[in-house]
């Protein structure tokens, strides 16, 4: 039986977006007529005619229309009007700011459409910005799919296999949280839509620069390929940002949206990567893109006071669910929290609540442990290890066609964006299917890895807390590994070239510094005055020490023998130098670790003390 009409399920729309039937109402696409006799071209308008348009929607006070007569304010600088402007305009009431920025932005087809609703598995259904949507809909930005958020730790962690991409359209989406949340809090801060725009661009493009495998790229590949190079993702990311505008024309979009290429660019380089390299240190602001008044911008994706910032919010919380490891830090809770206060150092800075520092000794553990447990990973990294040594043999025969038809290699393609944009993890791919003999040495690697024929792990230790190993000493390590030899011992032979030594610095992310100690707070009775609080205000079980080295050893040799012998070389070299006693020394070196004296006292301190009987037997 048919149902009735009343009960049938509507028809769906077309793909195109085209209704079957003409809706009642107008098209959106057909705008408001801005006034009579105004050119429809508002660009050309002249101050007369901006007045001749604020009193066709309603603005008919004669010192607001005589104070845009003065100032000589146009058509083409009305999509510019933010709230500073709004009040040398004299416009003091939220409701008639509110109105005139929706006169204005009616001005602009493009404002019509709406962003994107996006179903992220970690933060749910987030809204971005018609311009966001823009530059993510570019091959520029679309290459982060193709690139592992956590490089060769995929590898260990199968459920790792999150990319670039989604991390930065979370980024993005906590940008927008947080520049949002100040603006609502405090209005006197004057934050802008054009702040508020800049902020979410360059949360979404901070990670634009990043190469394949991401943090192998441009923390072991590059320093390898270019030595006489210091090259960072972030640089990348703003050279990539840059050419992502230019190539797919959207500067002028970027007006169109109310934002000035010319300042707001340079402003969201600087949110990405921090002040110019031309700025000098004893420059009391050494940023371009906003004034000193707007400090606090800068804190929100790159945060170089104290390392809080969207970029970990959104990384501990993804990365985490990915690992299937618990995350223990709310970042919802620390935005609720957050305003805007004055330093001692006379700047405006983000703060949070006195109470919440506990959390926030919790958040820099959460990014240690995170470290220890996967970014660290002693196979993950020897992984990236491989992978590095294969990109190394291959470099010289892979060309990436560049701009203008240059040919570059892997290693020179962050010369040119062009030739940049196509180097992605699937470089693996393309090394490991090619029957090329010149890639015969990278190919049997990169087959090594998916055979998990891997570089053996032998052993990590630690130095002395005072005897730090200098960064300019690394490259002799596996030399003094393969001299340290046990003597009276017949062991196979090594080379340095067998060996791998690898230095990893943990910290709390600013070195042998407490970032807490430059952290903001504000108390209850004042929430606008800025405070610091000293760890012995907090608890007595933080941490004394915020950095440590861990050094550990891999053998290139996968024969019994030869790791053997890599084992007692470790030892004996860890004995040598002071070092910290291997965890299995006296199980793979029960004949040296009894010599070093200092290893005999941690053996005895860590045996069990005799238990003292508190109640005498009745």
Same mark, same amino acid.
């Given at each position: 039986?048919?149902?009735?009409?009343?009960?049938?399920?509507?028809?769906?729309?077309?793909?195109?977006?085209?209704?079957?039937?003409?809706?009642?109402?107008?098209?959106?696409?057909?705008?408001?007529?801005?006034?009579?006799?105004?050119?429809?071209?508002?660009?050309s308008?002249?101050p007369?005619?901006?007045?001749?348009?604020?009193?066709?929607? !309603?603005?008919?006070?004669?010192?607001?229309?005589?104070?845009?007569?003065?100032?000589e304010?146009? !058509?083409? #600088?009305?999509?510019? =009007?933010?709230? #500073?402007?709004l009040?040398?305009?004299?416009?003091?009431s939220?409701?008639?700011?509110?109105?005139?920025?929706?006169?204005i932005?009616?001005?602009?087809?493009?404002?019509?459409? #709406?962003?994107k609703?996006?179903?992220?598995?970690?933060?749910?259904?987030?809204?971005?910005?018609?311009?966001?949507?823009?530059?993510?809909?570019?091959?520029?930005?679309?290459?982060?799919?193709?690139?592992?958020?956590?490089?060769?730790?995929?590898?260990?962690?199968?459920?790792?296999?999150?990319?670039?991409?989604?991390?930065?359209?979370?980024?993005?989406?906590?940008?927008?949280? =947080?520049?949002?949340?100040?603006?609502?809090?405090?209005?006197?801060?004057?934050?802008?839509?054009?702040?508020?725009?800049? %902020?979410?661009?360059?949360? =979404?493009?901070h990670?634009?620069?990043?190469?394949?495998?991401? /943090?192998?790229?441009?923390?072991?590949?590059?320093?390898?390929?270019r030595?006489?190079?210091?090259?960072?993702?972030?640089?990348?990311?703003?050279?990539?940002?840059?050419?992502?505008?230019?190539?797919?024309?959207?500067?002028?979009?970027?007006?169109?949206? !109310?934002?000035?290429?010319?300042?707001?660019?340079?402003f969201?380089?600087?949110?990405?990567?921090?002040?110019?390299?031309?700025?000098?240190?004893?420059?009391?602001?050494?940023?371009?893109?906003?004034?000193?008044?707007?400090?606090?911008?800068?804190?929100?994706?790159?945060?170089?006071?104290?390392?809080?910032?969207?970029?970990?919010?959104?990384?501990?919380?993804?990365?985490?669910?990915?690992?299937?490891?618990?995350?223990?830090?709310?970042?919802?809770?620390?935005?609720?929290?957050?305003?805007?206060?004055?330093?001692?150092?006379?700047?405006?800075?983000?703060?949070?609540?006195?109470k919440?520092?506990?959390?926030?000794?919790?958040?820099? /553990?959460?990014?240690?442990? =995170?470290?220890?447990?996967?970014?660290?990973?002693?196979?993950?990294n020897?992984?990236d290890?491989?992978?590095?040594?294969?990109?190394?043999?291959?470099?010289?025969?892979?060309?990436?066609?560049?701009?203008? !038809?240059?040919?570059?290699?892997?290693?020179?393609?962050?010369?040119?964006?062009?030739?940049y944009?196509?180097?992605?993890?699937?470089?693996?791919l393309?090394?490991?299917?090619?029957?090329?003999?010149?890639?015969?040495?990278?190919?049997?690697?990169?087959?090594?890895i998916?055979?998990?024929?891997?570089?053996?792990?032998?052993?990590?230790?630690?130095?002395?807390?005072?005897?730090?190993?200098?960064?300019?000493?690394?490259?002799?390590?596996?030399?003094?590994?393969?001299?340290?030899?046990?003597?009276?011992?017949f062991?196979?032979?090594?080379?340095?070239?067998?060996?791998?030594?690898?230095?990893?610095?943990m910290?709390?992310?600013?070195?042998?510094?407490?970032?807490?100690?430059?952290?903001?707070?504000?108390?209850?009775?004042?929430?606008?005055?800025?405070?610091?609080?000293?760890?012995?205000?907090?608890?007595?079980?933080?941490?004394?020490?915020?950095?440590?080295?861990?050094?550990?050893?891999?053998?290139?040799?996968?024969?019994?023998?030869?790791?053997?012998?890599?084992?007692?070389?470790?030892?004996?070299?860890? #004995?040598?130098?002071?070092?910290?006693?291997?965890q299995?020394?006296?199980? %793979?070196?029960?004949?040296?670790?009894?010599?070093?004296?200092?290893?005999?006292?941690?053996?005895?301190?860590?045996?069990?003390?005799?238990?003292?009987?508190?109640?005498?037997?009745?």
């Open positions: 039986m048919q149902r009735a009409d009343s009960e049938r399920t509507p028809k769906r729309p077309r793909c195109d977006g085209s209704p079957r039937t003409q809706p009642d109402t107008p098209s959106a696409a057909v705008q408001e007529s801005p006034g009579p006799d105004l050119p429809s071209n508002h660009k308008w002249s007369q005619q901006v007045c001749d348009f604020l009193k066709h929607h !309603g603005f008919s006070d004669p010192g607001l229309l005589d104070r845009i007569r003065e100032k304010i146009t !058509g083409s #600088s009305l999509p510019c =009007l933010d709230e #500073s402007h009040d040398n305009l004299g416009i003091s939220s409701w008639e700011r509110k109105k005139l920025l929706n006169s932005q009616q001005l602009n087809p493009t404002h019509v459409g #709406s962003g609703v996006i179903n992220d598995p970690v933060h749910g259904h987030i809204e971005l910005h018609p311009l966001l949507i823009r530059i993510i809909d570019t091959p520029q930005f679309q290459r982060l799919r193709y690139i592992k958020q956590l490089g060769g730790t995929y590898y260990v962690f199968p459920g790792a296999s999150h990319n670039r991409f989604e991390h930065s359209l979370g980024v993005g989406h906590l940008a927008g949280c =947080l520049v949002r949340a100040l603006h609502e809090r405090q209005p006197e801060l004057q934050i802008s839509e054009r702040d508020m725009l800049c %902020v979410q661009i360059a949360g =979404l493009c990670d634009l620069g990043h190469g394949p495998f991401s /943090h192998m790229f441009d923390g072991r590949f590059i320093p390898r390929a030595q006489d190079l210091k090259w960072k993702h972030e640089q990348g990311s703003v050279d990539m940002f840059e050419h992502l505008v230019n190539s797919n024309g959207l500067k002028a979009v970027m007006e169109q949206y !109310g934002l000035i290429p010319e300042e707001d660019i340079c969201i380089k600087e949110l990405i990567t921090g002040p110019p390299e031309s700025s000098t240190k004893n420059s009391s602001w050494p940023y371009k893109g906003r004034p000193i008044e707007k400090s606090f911008l800068y804190e929100i994706v790159a945060n170089k006071e104290n390392g809080i910032d969207v970029d970990k919010w959104d990384y501990f919380a993804r990365d985490c669910h990915h690992l299937g490891i618990q995350n223990n830090f709310d970042h919802k809770r620390y935005i609720k929290f957050a305003r805007v206060c004055k330093g001692d150092d006379g700047m405006l800075h983000i703060c949070t609540r006195d919440e520092v506990g959390n926030l000794y919790d958040m820099f /553990h959460t990014r240690n442990y =995170l470290y220890r447990r996967a970014y660290q990973h002693k196979v993950g020897i992984i290890t491989m992978i590095t040594d294969a990109f190394l043999k291959a470099d010289p025969y892979i060309e990436i066609l560049g701009a203008e !038809g240059k040919k570059y290699h892997i290693s020179t393609a962050i010369d040119d964006m062009e030739a944009s196509k180097l992605t993890d699937n470089i693996f393309e090394i490991l299917y090619s029957t090329d003999p010149k890639l015969d040495a990278a190919r049997g690697l990169l087959k090594n998916e055979r998990r024929c891997l570089y053996k792990f032998v052993g990590q230790t630690q130095p002395d807390v005072n005897a730090k190993i200098k960064k300019e000493d690394y490259t002799s390590l596996s030399e003094q590994v393969a001299k340290a030899k046990p003597d009276g011992m062991l196979a032979e090594l080379k340095t070239e067998d060996l791998i030594v690898e230095v990893i610095n910290d709390y992310g600013m070195e042998d510094k407490n970032p807490v100690d430059h952290v903001y707070f504000y108390c209850k009775s004042d929430p606008n005055k800025a405070i610091l609080i000293n760890k012995s205000q907090v608890s007595q079980l933080l941490p004394e020490r915020f950095e440590e080295q861990l050094i550990r050893v891999y053998c290139k040799k996968l024969d019994k023998e030869s790791f053997s012998a890599a084992q007692q070389h470790f030892v004996k070299w860890c #004995s040598d130098n002071n070092f910290s006693k291997p299995d020394g006296d199980v %793979v070196a029960p004949l040296i670790t009894p010599l070093k004296k200092d290893w005999k006292f941690q053996n005895s301190a860590q045996s069990p003390a005799p238990k003292k009987q508190l109640f005498k037997d009745v």
